[in-house]
């Protein structure tokens, strides 16, 4: 077995309970690998030695990953969520690229746990669709190769304690998307690259539907501090808030007829694309009715949310 000491792997979350599944399969892979949980409320007993808990008000990811990341002793990092765990060979599938020049991260697919209820599975299905998630491809187990991509999420990250720090650290403000501005306004700005690795894979638990539906409202209601910022990327999330503005134009056709036959149009194609992808990530005919509502609520809450955050940002 190669010498996995100077990893530290890093976990922000609220509570313990929130983390103990994902330690507990941790340490059915590496067993003595240094793990620092970052977390808000205090537990009693920590009875692993090489399990350091770290208490803090602070409530963004980015923020506790920072502290986390001061606290390490390692000269590599690995970034996992709270509700995920690795596979066997995650950290040792990457160690022969973490010391090339031009990689600043390597990232890794996060599949579905072989195990799920009705409603996770449903969330995975929908997940593996091309409008709801960035390059789907990406999470499927038959990539052979590394390749650079321009992102992949931090519950997967592996990496340098030198260029985390030479990147900047982590906007520590920021309560969503801390990732995407890690790698697109600090990372590329330093000139280095993120490196797809197939083979450093990990389980990511889905949230059942309400939760997931409320997460990408979330995920767009806190999108502002991204689309405030000048860097040509960003302007990708915007897309989800054009369309829910599209979508409220409604009352217009009753006052412009080329309006209104453009608007049945677009959303005549709207439609047909949401149908072709039901049929596509399905997995049982019978489900589709259910996947194609919740595809569709799931690509435009992040909208909805944007325009949220707007209403709340101006207000403020």
């Not at 990457?94 to 209820?117: C, F, T, V, W």
């Not at 992808?277 to 944007?306: C, D, H, W």
Request: hydrophobic fraction near 40%.
């Amino acid at each position: 077995m190669k010498d996995l000491s100077n990893f530290t792997i890093i976990i922000p979350c609220i509570t313990f309970k929130d983390v103990k599944k994902s330690i507990t399969n941790i340490r059915k892979v590496y067993n003595k690998t240094k793990i620092i949980v970052c977390l808000n409320k205090k537990v009693k007993n920590n009875k692993d030695k090489n399990l350091k808990l770290i208490y803090t008000p602070l409530k963004s990811i980015g923020a506790k990953r920072n502290l986390a990341v001061k606290s390490a002793k390692t000269k590599y990092l690995a970034f996992i969520d709270s509700d995920a765990y690795p596979s066997y060979g995650w950290l040792e599938n990457s160690l022969k690229y973490l010391n090339k020049r031009e990689i600043g991260i390597i990232a890794g697919p996060h599949m579905d746990p072989k195990i799920q209820n009705f409603s996770e599975d449903i969330v995975g299905q929908v997940k593996k669709s091309l409008i709801i998630t960035m390059n789907p491809s990406l999470q499927k187990t038959n990539n052979l190769k590394p390749k650079i991509v321009s992102f992949m999420p931090s519950c997967n990250w592996i990496m340098s304690k030198k260029n985390f720090i030479k990147f900047g650290y982590m906007d520590s403000k920021m309560l969503r998307n801390e990732d995407w501005d890690f790698v697109y306004n600090r990372m590329n700005r330093k000139k280095n690259k993120l490196l797809y690795n197939p083979k450093s894979m990990i389980y990511h638990e889905n949230a059942n539907i309400f939760h997931f539906i409320k997460k990408r409202f979330l995920y767009g209601y806190f999108m502002w501090p991204i689309l405030r910022k000048t860097n040509f990327k960003n302007f990708y999330f915007y897309l989800p808030f054009l369309f829910v503005l599209f979508l409220l134009s409604f009352p217009l056709n009753l006052y412009f007829e080329d309006y209104k036959n453009l608007y049945l149009f677009i959303l005549a194609l709207y439609t047909s694309t949401v149908i072709i992808e039901t049929i596509r990530v399905s997995k049982n005919f019978f489900n589709t009715p259910l996947i194609f509502f919740i595809l569709i609520l799931a690509n435009i809450s992040p909208g909805f949310g944007i325009l949220a955050g707007l209403l709340n940002f101006n207000k403020e």
